[in-house]
């Protein structure tokens, strides 16, 4: 079993609906948890950070994490055909090491 | 300017070649990975160094070998190439002081094995 587990997809939805993206993992020593951002033959990029529980806002987005579940969330409100990508959770623990553990992303299509 | 840069950005070579693939960061930071991503989209850490350092060294075979020169560079050297080598790789970098510091990835360099 993989340390973080996330559905692949893909996820497709209509132009401005709401979109929930989720990740579960086993490893309760992980505290930090982000989510990246992939456009197609592009690099990952960061979108939200948070620390251990609780919610985090960020314009359209918003990141949840529920540690005594090993459940994290991201949700796009209004969602719009730029925001079609591939997501990936990470997480890491308080280690030496800061080794970042990436789920295997969910690909999103945005229909117009 | 680009922040983390990888070239080449596509390699194409044939079973048993060896390749080296360059990575540059003008971020400051001191600290950067090798990752690489398979078909499925599924990133591993290879490597990473701090400082010139080596501090991650997951379970990779022995053919790739990582070169760090100076804290804004990190090559991976990789010998015999395999067609399962095939693959995405991408470098990336922090800041090591303080864990939340967030990796900022290169555009990564497509390898295929033929």
């Known amino acids: 079993q993989k340390e973080v587990e996330q559905d692949p997809g893909p996820l497709s939805v209509p132009e401005g609906a709401i979109v929930s993206l989720n990740c579960t993992y086993s490893n309760s020593a992980f505290q930090y948890f982000m989510w990246y951002r992939q456009y197609s033959r592009k690099g990952p990029e960061l979108l939200m950070y948070?620390?251990?529980?609780g919610n985090k806002e960020d314009g359209r987005f918003t990141a949840q994490v529920d540690k005594s579940s090993k459940y994290i969330s991201l949700f796009i409100r209004d969602s719009q055909p730029s925001d079609s990508a591939t997501y990936l959770c990470a997480m890491r623990g308080t280690d030496s090491s800061y080794k970042l553990i990436f789920g295997s992303g969910t690909r999103l299509l945005v229909r117009p | 300017d680009t922040a983390v840069s990888q070239t080449p950005k596509y390699l194409v070579t044939q079973m048993g070649n060896d390749k080296s693939i360059k990575c540059e960061q003008n971020?400051?930071?001191?600290?950067m990975y090798w990752y690489k991503q398979d078909s499925k989209k599924f990133l591993k850490i290879m490597f990473s160094y701090n400082n010139k350092e080596l501090i991650i060294n997951e379970t990779v075979p022995n053919r790739f070998s990582p070169k760090s020169p100076d804290k804004a560079h990190l090559n991976l050297h990789i010998n015999s190439l395999e067609l399962g080598d095939s693959a995405v790789y991408f470098c990336a970098s922090s800041h090591r002081t303080g864990v939340n510091s967030p990796l900022h990835f290169g555009n990564g360099t497509r390898l295929t094995v033929t």
């Open positions: 971020l400051g930071h001191d600290t």
């Open positions: 948070t620390y251990s529980s």
